[in-house]
């Protein structure tokens, strides 16, 4: 049996693609997404089942916070609950996917997992407060390069220090750093930074997520949810600093203080979470849950900078992945079948 890290995506990863995969990949979950469609029916919203079934796919609805992150927590929960023959040994997510993680992990129910994401998904779109971007920093090889790191890191202090500009790291992503900010701050880097292929590129429907601008949504948050609601994990979690979190050892209102408030309004490290993942728990594959499949080059490339295996650049990672696969990504229907069908 193979041991493994699941990782769960965030926002962004449920698109043109993936519309209608909550139907088509997961028939035999009905009851588990009718009971997430009870708590957004009570709420006014509308249910997933009309959002993945809908007959096109459209930016304007389906990207929206209250409606992407939804998609997405059920997406990557039902994912986690089709993994078979696999014993996982820790659980770890990007940005909104430490939601997803929460549950997976079973730190949180299913059901309660949905409502926390639905309203902070909600809270996020009501204010939808400033915006992000992204900018690479590593090239075709995709080795990171630290003097590019450097230089943006450098402009962004710059722009943050100019007066009505608010300009910070909001997710340090393998080979991409996501910014966030007000439009201005936003504005300026997109004026001053070298132009890389469609780079910088701002991020529809996107707020300044791990950002001081979401104070008033963590607040906001913390009076909503109550510690009481977390229990201890099932399996290994790793945050967004790179902390691990144990079973039978993790403090509920710590958890609470954590997920509601510095890791909405801090940058979030999902670059050293995996170095972490890999370094402390030597899994046989990492897993990334669906929906899409963006979240796999940041992986692989948050593997290069931490030397897992001997790789040092795409071309070393992509032999071993030929030669025994350590990257699987159920969005991929060539790769989803290797954990979700019983070798028996």
């Not at 071309?315 to 699987?328: T, Y």
């Amino acid at each position: 049996m193979k041991r493994v890290v699941v990782i769960c995506p965030g926002r962004g990863t449920y698109n043109k693609p993936e519309l209608g995969s909550l139907a088509r990949l997961h028939p035999d979950k009905g009851a588990l997404f009718e009971g997430f469609d009870k708590i957004r029916l009570a709420e006014g919203q509308e249910s997933l089942a009309a959002l993945d079934g809908a007959a096109r796919y459209s930016i304007a609805k389906h990207t929206r916070g209250d409606n992407a992150a939804a998609l997405i927590y059920a997406a990557s929960y039902a994912d986690f609950r089709s993994l078979v023959d696999v014993e996982v040994v820790a659980v770890t997510g990007n940005s909104m996917g430490w939601y997803s993680t929460l549950a997976c992990a079973g730190a949180l129910d299913a059901d309660q997992g949905f409502r926390l994401v639905n309203t902070m998904g909600q809270l996020m779109q009501d204010s939808l407060v400033g915006g992000q971007l992204v900018y690479p920093i590593c090239g075709d090889d995709w080795r990171i390069d630290a003097a590019r790191r450097t230089e943006v890191m450098e402009l962004l202090h710059q722009i943050n220090a100019m007066p009505e500009h608010q300009l910070a790291l909001s997710i340090d992503l393998g080979g991409m750093l996501v910014l966030a900010g007000n439009d201005t701050g936003l504005d300026a880097f997109a004026a001053k930074a070298k132009p890389l292929d469609r780079f910088p590129m701002r991020l529809a429907n996107h707020a300044a997520f791990h950002t001081v601008l979401q104070e008033p949504v963590s607040r906001i948050a913390k009076r909503r949810f109550d510690p009481s609601m977390f229990a201890q994990p099932d399996v290994a979690m790793i945050d967004g600093r790179g902390g691990i979190l144990w079973p039978h050892a993790t403090d509920p209102d710590a958890l609470f203080d954590y997920t509601l408030g510095r890791q909405v309004v801090e940058s979030y490290d999902f670059t050293r979470a995996i170095r972490v993942a890999a370094q402390e728990f030597a899994p046989d594959m990492f897993v990334v849950l669906g929906p899409g499949t963006t979240l796999g080059g940041a992986v692989a490339q948050s593997l290069i900078a931490a030397n897992w295996g001997g790789m040092d650049s795409k071309d070393s990672f992509q032999r071993l992945q030929a030669d025994a696969p350590l990257l699987i990504s159920m969005g991929r229907d060539d790769q989803r079948d290797w954990v979700t069908t019983d070798p028996s």
